[in-house]
C-alpha cells in the first residue's frame, strides 16, 4: 500500500502501510491486514521469495515468479491499524519497520502488546508481563535501509 504523502514512492523499503516486507512467515494461507492510507488502496504485489532466512541480510534472496498468487481482498473497517499485521499457519504478527533496528523491535513489540490486551481483553501491563513468556522477536529483514522486526505471538499462547 502507498503511503498517505503525495508523489512517487520506491516499493524497495518496507514500511508502515506495507511496502517490502519480506517477512518469511507470510506464506500462502496466511492473511496480512494492511492499514489502507489512500482512497482507493492502490495495492500492488511482487518481489517474491522461494526461500528466505529470518532477518533478509543480501537483495539476493531466492526470487520466484507471482503469476500463481491469488489474493482475496476485503476491507475491515473493525480492524483499524497503523502498521501491517497477519494471521499465519502459526500465530498473529505485529510488524515495526524504521532505520534504527531497536527501534523497529519496539515498534513491532509495542503493537503486539496492543494486539493482546485487544484479543485476550487484559491492560496494557498484563499484555506486556505475558508478552516476556510468550512472544518472539524476530528479524525480518536489513538488507533494505529500512530494517524489519516482527514479533510473533503463537495461537493458544495464552489460554
Known amino acids: 500500500m502507498p503511503p498517505p504523502e503525495p508523489g ?3 516499493t ?7 511496502g517490502n516486507i519480506d517477512c518469511k512467515e507470510l506464506q500462502a494461507g496466511s492473511t496480512l491486514y494492511l492499514p489502507i492510507p489512500v ?11 522461494a526461500v528466505q532466512g529470518d532477518g533478509e541480510v543480501g537483495g539476493p534472496a531466492l526470487e520466484c515468479p507471482m503469476e500463481r498468487v491469488s489474493c482475496t481482498f476485503t476491507v475491515r473497517d473493525d480492524l483499524p491499524l497503523a502498521t501491517p499485521r497477519a494471521k499465519t499457519a502459526t500465530g498473529w504478527l505485529t510488524m515495526g519497520f524504521h ?13 503486539m502488546i496492543d494486539w493482546m490486551s485487544s484479543l485476550y481483553r487484559i491492560s496494557r501491563t498484563e499484555a506486556y508481563a505475558y508478552a516476556s513468556l510468550t ?4 528479524i525480518t529483514q536489513i538488507v533494505n535501509s529500512v530494517k524489519g522486526v516482527h514479533a510473533l505471538l503463537p495461537y493458544n499462547a495464552l489460554r
Request: aromatic content about 8%; overall charge negative.
Open 135 to 138: 512472544v518472539d522477536l524476530r
Open 99 to 111: 532505520e534504527d533496528l531497536e527501534e523497529a523491535m519496539w515498534m513491532a513489540l509495542h503493537d
Open 12 to 18: 524497495f523499503v518496507p514500511r508502515a502501510s506495507g
Open 39 to 49: 482512497e482507493g488502496g492502490l495495492f500492488s504485489i511482487g518481489d517474491g521469495h
Open 8 to 10: 512517487q514512492h520506491t
